[in-house]
């Protein structure tokens, strides 16, 4: 039975790094050799569509402000997460998302699901002082939302390029049949670059999100994009074990 001290391995060079690429090469084998038998990770959902011209602003504006930086969305696959905040997060959920939102950092609690959870007067009351909903908020305020107005003179420019890395707003006559196919006509409608604009507009001024129709504010994206978290996917039309394949 082999008896190596530590202090011997680490002094001898040739063995350590031995050793070293041995443990290396076993962790590689662990983790990718798995992949090659998985044929997709991405979960088979109905609902999951890339953001409305008014959602994609708003999740501009909430990476310009750093959201992303106290608040993780993705729930993981355990009990504790699961009670506080829902099903875990799908991959599907986030695979019109560049980047991506995941992660494990958590100054406040993960967004994933926080999609109609709150009205929106209490968004609106939230982002502009967070201590008058929630008294122990260590979160800043952000009251110019509500002072200054959306700039969306550039969304065409931005679904486009959004569009060169694979999210399906459509362009032309072919992809708007292909979105009708598979999100419906109502959303293939919304998802059409050549209507951005007035898109935008037609929901803000249809769902008011921060009180006032006078004109459409950073506060209306913002909130437009946090409502929508979470809420594409109506998990009580699957099984709790739909997903367990592709994990």
């Not at 999100?183 to 293939?188: E, I, S």
Request: negative net charge; contains cysteine.
């Amino acid at each position: 039975m082999f008896n190596f001290k530590h202090e011997w391995i680490e002094t001898n060079v040739g063995l350590l790094l031995v050793l070293t690429m041995l443990a290396i090469s076993v962790g590689g084998l662990v983790e990718i050799a798995p992949l090659f038998f998985i044929k997709d990770t991405v979960e088979k959902v109905d609902g999951v569509r890339p953001y409305t011209p008014l959602e994609q602003r708003g999740r501009d504006i909430y990476q310009r402000e750093g959201c992303y930086l106290c608040h993780s969305q993705m729930i993981r696959p355990f009990r504790d997460e699961a009670l506080r905040y829902g099903h875990y997060s799908l991959a599907a959920e986030s695979q019109y998302d560049h980047p991506f939102q995941w992660g494990s950092k958590r100054t406040g609690p993960d967004l994933a699901r926080v999609g109609k959870k709150y009205s929106n007067e209490w968004q609106v009351a939230h982002l502009n002082n967070p201590k008058s909903m929630v008294p122990q908020s260590v979160m800043p305020n952000f009251p110019w939302l509500l002072k200054t107005e959306l700039d969306y003179s550039d969304i065409t420019d931005r679904m486009m390029a959004l569009r060169a890395v694979g999210v399906p707003y459509s362009l032309n006559k072919t992809e708007y049949e292909a979105n009708v196919k598979k999100f419906g006509a109502d959303t293939a409608k919304l998802l059409n670059i050549a209507d951005a604009r007035k898109n935008l507009i037609a929901q803000a001024q249809e769902n008011n999100y921060d009180g006032d129709n006078s004109n459409i504010t950073e506060m209306d994206a913002l909130v437009a994009y946090l409502q929508v978290l979470g809420t594409m996917v109506d998990f009580r039309k699957y099984d709790d074990d739909e997903f367990v394949k592709y994990r």
